[in-house]
Structures are given as C-alpha cells and as structure tokens.
C-alpha cells in the first residue's frame, strides 16, 4: 500500500482503522502530500487511500477504481483568508452547504 505519512492528518485514522480490522498492511510508500500520493497510484499498481475529491479525474477516466469505502475516515478542511471589511457570500454559502452536509 502507499498511504499518507505519519504527519498526515488522515494517518492516524487509517492506523485505527487497519489495526481493528486486524489488518497489516505492506507500505510501498509513504507520502505527505495528497498530490505525490495519487500520481504513484495509477503507476504502481499499488492500493492507496485516498479522499474521492483528490481522484476524481482518474475516476472518471477509469484509470483508478474504487475497491472500497469508509465512513469511519474524515479529514478537515480549511477556509483561510486575509482579514476582510466585507462578506465573502461565496465562502459563507460554501461553509453553510459543508455544515449542513456534516449534520445530516
């Protein structure tokens, strides 16, 4: 498997999540960043994990495949931008749609 590093927020995650299944898995690779992660993974022939939003491209054009999904695995994003007098309606309509996603 190629899976994020140990500073990778979704890491840990996948730790716990392969430690309860009582799975061991064989680590290829070790990538901090998403990008890096999902270029070796077409190439390699090797599994990885990885949020469906980062492959979407590779998806569709069907030179990856979803083997599987969890609901137990979730990263945080961040919306960050210099200070502003006024609102920026497209990011408070962006967090409001993300919040309401969470809550359902």
Excluded at 7 to 30: F, G, N, V, W, Y
Excluded at 33 to 44: E, G, Q, T, V
Excluded at 81 to 104: C, D, F, G, W
């Amino acid at each position: 498997m190629a899976l994020p590093g140990k500073r990778h927020a979704l890491r840990a995650q996948i730790d716990a999540l392969c430690e309860s299944a009582e799975i061991k898995p064989r680590q290829r690779a070790k990538l901090d960043d998403m990008a890096l992660l999902h270029l070796i993974a077409p190439d390699s022939n090797w599994l990885t994990l990885l949020p469906e939003i980062v492959v979407q491209d590779e998806l569709r054009d069907i030179s990856l495949v979803v083997v599987g999904k969890s609901s137990q695995l979730q990263e945080c994003f961040y919306a960050i931008t210099a200070p502003h007098y006024s609102r920026i309606n497209v990011l408070e309509q962006l967090l409001t749609k993300s919040h309401s996603m969470l809550s359902e």
